[in-house]
């Protein structure tokens, strides 16, 4: 029986279509998805302002204490330590373990009110307020606009994060407050680590918190 020369190259081209698909997904291409395999992606990495070529799972780009790998499985930003602009940095978000406060949510009891200012063990203290007790360095916290006022504080005098001047009176807000956050004495230069990890250094208890988390695709 003559077999059909086109069935033939069908399935000649069907083989080298799976040895090639074999190739990719485990040649070197594909591992250089992970350059430092540090368990972040490439581009994740270089998305986000980290080194691909350098291993920095363990690093806590903006000292809110996660670490960028713990970043990366929970979806938030590593170069932000507020993810979700809710007034409590990402770390403590995760690590004081109460379900009135998420990660990635600002009201997570859309009640009205920001998580960082709820108080969610009924103290009297604000929980952005309880958390920056237990912070061994403030000098790092956030202020977007530059006004001398802690992003996470802004709302407590009505004023606005990105604006260095909400009322447009021409004065910086913070120069309108007796509370404003100038740490200019305990930074050198830009870009300084002025305090190194605020919460308990690079290695914490991310990985048991982490265990069960999943990993995003690249």
């Not at 373990?97 to 203290?125: A, I, K, N």
């Not at 912070?135 to 606009?145: F, G, K, L, P």
Request: charge should be negative.
């Amino acid at each position: 029986m003559t077999r059909n020369p086109f069935v033939r190259i069908a399935a000649t081209g069907a083989v080298a279509a799976v040895a090639l698909a074999a190739t990719v997904l485990t040649g070197p291409a594909y591992a250089a998805r992970d350059r430092d395999g540090d368990g972040m992606p490439n581009r994740w990495e270089a998305r986000n302002g980290l080194d691909p070529r350098r291993a920095d799972a363990g690093k806590d780009a903006d000292h809110d204490g996660l670490t960028n790998l713990a970043e990366f499985r929970r979806h938030s930003d590593p170069t932000d330590e507020d993810t979700d602009g809710d007034g409590q940095d990402d770390g403590d978000e995760v690590h004081d373990h109460t379900r009135s406060t998420r990660l990635l949510s600002s009201d997570s009891d859309r009640d009205g009110v920001l998580d960082g200012d709820e108080d969610s063990d009924h103290d009297g203290v604000a929980n952005e307020d309880e958390d920056d007790t237990r912070e061994t360095c403030n000098a790092d916290d956030d202020d977007t606009d530059g006004d001398l006022i802690d992003d996470e504080d802004e709302n407590d005098h009505g004023y606005a994060a990105d604006d260095s001047d909400s009322d447009d009176d021409g004065v910086l807000d913070g120069d309108e407050t007796d509370d404003s956050s100038d740490d200019s004495d305990d930074s050198s230069a830009a870009g300084d680590d002025r305090c190194g990890s605020h919460h308990g250094g690079d290695d914490s208890d991310d990985a048991a918190d982490d265990a069960d988390e999943p990993e995003l695709d690249d």
